[in-house]
């Protein structure tokens, strides 16, 4: 076994209680291996306080001021979203935890953390590179991190009416969506809003994003799938005149008439994966692709 010193950043869902069992099992298993330990800051908090942990010899950080070999999501996939707005462009490959239902990014079940930990120290796993979605709003401000590992999508707000997106590509005019909203998704987020929405299940690392429409007026809408070197403009308009833009589920109210421009970002985020883990496998066994349900 490698006796070479590794350092991991934790992060977790501050809402999820009764994991403590889960919790100690991750904590005890990095402190077998005599890891280094830094905690996000609210989520030390509430181990302490509410699930009554004390991480022995742990630091805090808080948000993305922290520096470690590996950083570990313990939650769900929202969980590690949340988490990869924090590491953003360190570059930390991210270690998903699932703690949660689905765990389709996060997924190292709470039983499976010993080997996860020990394959880490054995160099018995592949760091997959996920692309990025940034979004520009010409200056709107907008909360949290505005770059998307799932999807950005763009939804009306406060009326049962539709909105009206204008979409270019490349500064060529595509159509005008009369919908309820527009997924743009990249290849991880494919299996989340977009899929619920009739859009295509894309693999990761395939280099392209999806555009799928929420609800559409018309019959003939259907999703694209574009290069992920195309920059989209969509420009809004809506009875309410605002419209809401989620970015990974984090959404804000921006005016209708502005344009936003989404491009690949400059980085990636680096997710872990064990030697074991197969991406079919994934699809058939947490979305039950192909199966007989008669």
Known sequence: MSHRPLKFALFGNVYQHEKSAAIRQVLDSLDQHGAQVA???????????????????????????????????????GTLLKTASMV????????????????????????????AIDALYHNDYSVEDRSLIR???????????????????????????MITIRATINGEYLTTYQADGLVVSTPTGST?????????????????????????????????????????????????????????????????????RLSRAPYKVRVVKRSSTRYFATLREKLMLGADVR
């Open 39 to 77: 905690i996000e800051e609210e989520y030390y908090d509430f181990l302490c306080c509410s699930e009554l942990i004390a991480p022995r010899g742990a630091e805090t950080f808080n948000g993305s001021n922290f520096q470690a070999d590996f950083a570990i999501s313990m939650g769900g996939d």
């Open 88 to 115: 953003r462009d360190k570059q930390t490959p991210i270690l998903g935890v699932n703690m949660g239902r689905l765990g389709f990014l996060a997924d190292v079940s709470a039983p499976d953390v010993p080997a």
């Open 135 to 161: 979004v520009d709003t010409g200056g709107e401000p907008i909360s949290g991190c505005d770059c998307a590992l799932n999807d950005v999508a763009i939804l009306k707000r406060d009326t049962a009416s």
């Open 192 to 260: 989340a809003y977009s899929l619920s929405n009739g859009g295509p299940v894309i693999v990761p690392q395939t280099g392209v994003i999806v555009m799928t429409a929420v609800a559409p007026h018309s019959l003939n809408v259907r999703p694209i799938v574009l290069p992920d070197t195309a920059l989209i403009e969509l420009t809004v308009s809506s009875r309410s005149h605002t419209f809401l833009v989620a970015i990974d589920g984090r959404s804000d109210k921006l005016p209708e008439g502005i344009t936003l």
